[in-house]
């Protein structure tokens, strides 16, 4: 199971971070990931890394002002997000895969439940 929280409400320009907290069998898949969906579109990757951290990468809407980490003795994954844009404005989602490397959300198995991030002009 996945547990998302550390989303809120954030002025542009401002930073959050999520968390994620993970339980069961989603702990060691290969790779854990952040998708977000805004509304009124699809859900669209963010950023992606393997458990052990030595593979990240990102979308390019978010490369540079988002970091991906993982913490494998709390079970957690984050998402450090800096210099907040009203574009980021979404619900995130954390998700595992076992796939070595991917940024279709139909290749992550199990998912969080959510946390919304809101970032105001």
């Known amino acids: 199971q996945l547990q998302a929280s550390g989303g809120g409400l954030m002025q542009v320009g401002g930073s959050l971070r999520l968390s994620c907290a993970a339980s069961?069998?989603?702990?060691?898949?290969?790779?854990t990931g952040w998708f977000r969906r805004a509304p009124g579109k699809e859900r669209e990757f963010v950023a992606a890394?393997?458990?052990?951290?030595?593979?990240?990468y990102y979308a390019e809407s978010v490369k540079g002002r988002f970091t991906i980490s993982t913490d494998n003795a709390k079970k957690t994954l984050y998402l450090q997000m800096n210099s907040l844009e009203p574009e980021d404005s979404a619900v995130y989602y954390c998700?595992?895969?076992?796939?070595?490397?991917?940024?279709?959300?139909?290749?992550?198995?199990?998912w969080g439940q959510g946390t919304l991030v809101t970032v105001s002009s």
């Open positions: 069961g069998p989603t702990v060691g898949r290969y790779l």
């Open positions: 998700a595992a895969s076992v796939s070595s490397y991917s940024r279709s959300s139909r290749d992550f198995g199990s």
């Open positions: 890394s393997g458990w052990d951290g030595r593979i990240t």
